[in-house]
């Protein structure tokens, strides 16, 4: 008995291990996420109930079957009385528990969808295969947009306008929120809250195209101070790094912004403060001079099928490009 209890504690052991990190459901860190994590737990606690149930009774029944078939065509009235209380009061029972479970999960919708007004408003806009994110305000001068990480003050709640510009996506940061589709020519609305400070993953959820699962996102929560000092820092104009020369003159311009400078392309992301970001490529390599270079010398090895083509750049002028990118802090 005892390697059998050892054997189960390893098994559980194994199978929490899973449940916890920067990217699981079963780890709310946020009320929305905990809406959901609740609801999940009531569901398996009701189910699992209800399965061993069928299982003891099943198995008693069996253990107690009697040899050889009754005559059909000898009744006993007290017997059938008593299946029919039985069966009625186990129907009952059914629709008393799924009713209920119906508005267990009426009520974590309302928690989930239940948005108000709040100082922070995002616009988030899908692409394949990144993030566009814009950090709207009724002062202009104090609206910018970023790409792939958002960063958000922790303990607060922030308005999310979800959009694409091409396919289906879906945002899913699971530890905060629950999935919310981005669709083309419709604008959806959700709130997310981080309790407390920490960095969440995030990925796109809704088979977009080849490069789904290279569709990462970040969601950093800060205390609020960090948080403004990281906001004015992005809507500052960048401390220009000291040869833009190369990239000026490369077709990287006709997709990427960087703002203060002739490159105002909107196809791909804004590169103003790439170089203050932890990942690139949406989550796809950590955020390194050799990855950038990697990237730009050949996106398509990193991530077949993405839209960034392959750009003419004789080899000593990789390093430094890389550099420069780096640099945008
Ligand atoms: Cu975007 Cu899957």
């Not at 559980?12 to 905990?34: H, M, Y």
Request: hydrophobic share 40%.
């Amino acid at each position: 008995m005892r390697w059998c209890r050892a054997l189960a504690a390893i098994f559980v052991a194994a199978a929490l291990a899973g449940c916890q990190g920067w990217q699981s459901a079963l780890d709310p860190r946020g009320p929305k996420a905990g809406a959901i994590a609740d609801l999940f737990w009531i569901f398996l606690g009701v189910c699992t109930v209800l399965w061993a149930l069928v299982v003891i009774f099943l198995s008693v029944a069996i253990w107690r079957r009697r040899g050889g078939r009754p005559d059909p065509l000898v009744t006993n009235t007290a017997q059938e009385q008593r299946i029919t209380i039985v069966v009625g009061t186990l129907v009952g029972l059914t629709a008393i528990t799924l009713v209920t479970l119906t508005a267990f999960s009426y009520a974590g919708q309302r928690r989930l969808f239940d948005t108000h007004e709040g100082r922070i408003t995002l616009k988030i806009t899908g692409h394949q295969f990144w993030w566009e994110v814009n950090y709207e305000d009724p002062d202009p001068q104090r609206s910018f947009m970023t790409a792939n990480e958002i960063h958000i003050p922790a303990g607060e709640p922030v308005r999310i306008k979800l959009e694409s510009s091409d396919v289906i996506h879906s945002f899913w940061v699971p530890s905060l929120m629950g999935k919310q589709d981005l669709i083309p020519g419709r604008q959806n609305l959700i709130q997310i809250q981080a309790d407390r400070e920490g960095v969440y993953r995030g990925q796109c959820a809704e088979f977009c195209g080849w490069q789904h699962a290279h569709m990462g996102i970040l969601v950093i929560a800060h205390p609020k101070d960090e948080f403004e000092a990281w906001r004015n820092q992005q809507i500052s104009a960048r401390q220009p790094p000291e040869d833009e020369r190369i990239f000026l003159s490369k077709p990287c311009i006709m997709c990427h912004t960087v703002r203060g400078t002739s490159a105002g392309g909107t196809v791909g992301p804004d590169l103003t403060h790439i170089g203050s970001r932890q990942y690139i490529a949406a989550g796809t390599l950590p955020m390194s001079r050799g990855n950038l270079a990697a990237w730009i010398v050949d996106p398509q090895r990193i991530k077949p099928g993405v839209n960034m083509p392959l750009i003419k750049l004789d080899s000593e002028e990789v390093q430094p490009l890389a550099r420069y990118l780096e640099g945008l802090k």
